[in-house]
């Protein structure tokens, strides 16, 4: 990704004055204060494609270890913070108004380190010059989002619509590792979302990826085939398996960083588990800032 590529403006016009004015004093504070912090989120989502869409909250990217000085410059402002999921996601307060600080992914496969802050672009947000996150992170971040009731697939093919030609897809390949198969899926949709601009995904990446699979169809069985991998995708629609045919939840092997105690604390926090849930109705609402 280039560093130097066209923005879409600051998205003043999709956020309230007083909570504009909060993430823009917020923002201000971390870049005074010289902590390393990127935007994400709906800001990051509109530089890159242009897609403008209101948003309930403000996603900054940290690293894990910046989280104690970001905690107490934001206290120091009069907000509140919160260690919401430890393994992942801690929050600021402002009344009613919040911002996300996200050091990992829900489902702990994605964790902020200094590869997030490389050649990152520089937009405009609320008036404040700050680094965004970069499209193959947020890319990353976005492709296992498929739960029942948020799927960021087309987040994904936008991105791609987008920035197929800028996009660093060494770098994406490599984002992946072990995972290549979610990009595979992502891009097999792009190619039926797009099919009059397939031919935008370099050639060299298809082949790549289909030669590792009809390489791992010539395996035939692998070790780890009693592993429930679809935990990385949803935290909700594979707890059958995991709980009741007796997988091993993916989210509990190298390809993750969760402990049982982070699994157990997210899988408390779904909105069907919840107290009075049953008399709503099954479809409920992702838990904040699930990126």
Partial sequence: MCSDMPLAPSLEEEVAPETAAFYRRALQTLVDAGVPFLVGGAFAH???TGIRRSTKDLDLFIRRQDYERVAELMRGQGWETEMTYPHWLAKVYAGAEFIDLIFNSGNGVTPVDERWFHD??????????????????GMLSKAFIMERERYDGADVAHLLQANAERLDWHGLLQRFGSNWRVLLAHLTLFGFIYPGERHRIPAWVMQDLLGRLAAEVQQGPVEDRHVCAGTLLSREQYLHDVEQLGYVDGRLTPASTMTEADVATWTAAIPARQPGAAAAGPEGSLAPGHA
């Fill in 46 to 48: 509109a530089c890159f």
């Fill in 120 to 137: 990152n672009a520089v937009a405009d947000v609320l008036g404040v010059p700050v680094r965004i996150a970069n499209m193959e992170d």
